[in-house]
């Protein structure tokens, strides 16, 4: 089953006013950026300086760079996300066939859905699997919760 | 107030009769000239509007002006009712009722010194206010307007929709774009090499990524329900039963009402900002226009959230004996975009109510509601209808009600469990020394 040239060109037209409306939104985010600077360069308004340019802290002379060590649970949460966003998309096929696999409407969903159930694939064989694929991401995050992951004191 | 010129202009535009001409003068001008227009709509082979390829162009085109232009009314109408909040009358110099505020406003951004400071990174530092405002104004391309509409020169039968893109994938499609919607801030707060900013943008990255986890959970909990993620088929099933999936699912609805409030960071979670601690957050080093970005970035994600809010849990167009699936005539797309609108207003109202009533949470309660809350309340509930979903089709005649029966009991469990156990979730930190404050 490979993708012809009229599926192609019919996904892409779906597409098209999504690009225009990306191309049209860059351009006013850039075309405000360009304008203020324009607008700055023609005022000739500013004066830079030092003091003025340097970074804000409070009144204080700035210590440092910002460029430091920081907090290691920002990055515990970060690693978390990951495994737990990637394995949340995984469950999106499931949870749009999944209603349509144990109801179907319509002849041809029923005949789509004997075939897979003829094959091995019943509701309750889905159900199974994806409760197993469930076990292990709630093992993970019992897991971190015990270890004191989420506390934040 | 010394140049009479000036004086006279202020006279009129704060005189009411004026605003009441205007008001009533536009749309008649308008319909003048939409109706001198009308042989040009006749000709099906020259009009544009039933191309199939130029109607969602024209369609995006328009919504994103006028987002664009309703976050300025957004911003004006913020403050007002923060001025009705706090017992005072809010702006209401320029214009009459302050009506031209957001113009003035506007202008006052343009005109402002731009000050780059010296050890920024400089490339980041532009292109972080560009991102985060791109991000909140594509994000509105997969919302069903209203529906599909069949224009008379059209072909009996055949109909447009008033949506930008028709995508398959709609609700990976949101995710997507609130994940991108990351970056503006992050990098902003990076750029800006300010500790300040730094510590705002890596609390905002923290924040909007968690939030996310219970944002893909509610949804699963709802996909379980539609099986599609076209949102303009949720919208449709929803007009057809009539019940909107808020009655189905509200446990799935309040996750993802917070969720966008995290995301949109907003009043109760807006700890990337938290002018008592970090002064401006991640945008302390921005001024002028760029600074002007990170609000209407912020506003326009309001909007768009709160569209998305109401294609999947309040029926979009839908209104019951008002709007149906059936009816496409054009002037019934009109009152599906009223309706439609009216929903994101009330949604918006109730945005800005919170922000003035709620005060913030401190940083740990926010990260335990996240992952021990609504993370847990998600997972249970994915659980729960997943198996509901095996036993019965919940889009079948009065099965909404078994749903709406599990979130009511999981909601309860969870009560029950949140109340035995130790640590409360938003309450005091458990190494923190007991401070009775009680008067003795």
């Given amino acids: ?153 | 107030m010394w140049d009479p010129a000036v004086k006279r202009v202020e006279s009129i535009l704060r005189n009411w009769r004026v605003w009441l001409a205007v008001i009533v003068v536009l749309p008649v001008l308008a319909a003048v000239v939409l109706w001198l227009a009308l042989p040009l709509y006749k000709d099906p082979a020259a009009n544009i509007l039933s191309n199939p390829i130029w109607f969602p162009i024209i369609v995006a085109v328009v919504m994103l002006l006028s987002i664009l232009t309703s976050t300025a009314v957004c911003i004006l109408a913020e403050r007002k009712l923060a001025g009705f909040t706090q017992d005072r009358k809010g702006p209401n110099r320029v214009g009459f009722w302050g009506l031209l505020q957001p113009m003035a406003d506007g202008m006052k951004f343009f005109f402002k010194e731009d000050i780059i400071p010296h050890n920024v990174d400089k490339p980041l530092f532009m292109l972080a206010p560009c991102i985060t405002l791109t991000i909140s104004l594509i994000g509105f391309a997969i919302i069903p307007w209203a529906g599909d509409v069949h224009f008379d020169w059209m072909a009996a039968g055949e109909t447009v929709s008033t949506q930008v893109a028709s995508l398959n994938i709609g609700i990976l499609y949101i995710l997507a774009v609130g994940s991108i919607g990351v970056y503006g801030i992050v990098l902003a707060g990076y750029a800006s090499n300010n500790k300040y900013s730094f510590y705002g943008g890596i609390r905002a990255a923290a924040q909007m990524i968690s939030y996310e986890l219970p944002m893909g959970l509610a949804l699963l909990c709802l996909l379980l329900v539609c099986g599609t993620l076209r949102l303009e088929e949720i919208v449709n099933q929803q007009a057809q039963t009539g019940v909107w999936y808020v009655f189905v699912h509200p446990l799935p609805f309040l996750l993802f009402l917070t969720s966008v409030f995290a995301e949109a960071n907003r009043m109760p979670f807006d700890l990337c900002e938290a002018e008592q601690e970090l002064v401006g957050g991640f945008h302390t080093e921005y001024s002028s226009m760029k600074f002007a970005m990170f609000f209407l970035g912020e506003y326009a994600h309001m909007i768009t959230g709160s569209a998305i809010m109401i294609a999947l849990f309040f029926g979009g167009w839908h209104c019951w004996g008002l709007t149906s699936v059936e009816n496409t005539a054009w002037w019934a797309m009109l009152i599906k975009l009223g309706v439609y609108i009216a929903k994101i207003a009330i949604f918006i109202w109730f945005f800005m109510v919170i922000r003035w009533t709620i005060p913030r949470f401190r940083f740990d309660q926010l990260m335990r509601l996240c992952w021990l809350a609504l993370v847990p309340v998600g997972i249970v509930l994915l659980i729960a209808t997943g198996v509901l979903s095996a036993v019965m089709d919940l889009q079948d005649g009065w099965n909404w009600l078994a749903s709406l029966a599990v979130n009511v009991v999981v909601l309860i469990i969870m009560l029950a469990y949140a109340a035995r156990s130790k640590t409360s979730i938003t309450g005091r930190q458990g190494n923190m020394p007991d401070v009775d404050v009680r008067p003795t």
Wanted: hydrophobic share 50%; proline share 4%.
């Fill in chain 1, 1 to 153: 089953m490979g993708l012809n040239t009229y599926d192609f060109c019919l996904a892409a037209s779906d597409l098209l006013p999504l690009v225009v409306l990306i191309i049209c939104a860059t351009g006013i985010t850039l075309f405000i950026l360009v304008a203020t600077h324009v607008v700055d360069f023609l005022l000739k308004t500013s004066r830079k300086g030092d003091i003025k340019q340097s970074t804000y802290e409070s009144g204080m002379e700035p210590v440092g760079d910002t460029r430091r060590r920081f907090n290691v649970r920002f990055y515990m949460i970060a690693v978390l996300f990951l495994i737990f966003d990637v394995e949340i998309i995984f469950l999106y096929p499931w949870a749009v066939l999944y209603p349509r696999l144990s109801h179907p409407k319509g002849d041809e969903m029923v005949n789509w859905a004997r075939g897979l159930s003829d094959a091995g694939y019943t509701p309750g064989f889905l159900l199974a699997a994806i409760g197993v694929f469930f076990a292990l991401l709630l093992v993970g995050f019992i897991y971190e919760w015990r270890r004191g992951v989420f506390k934040w004191n």
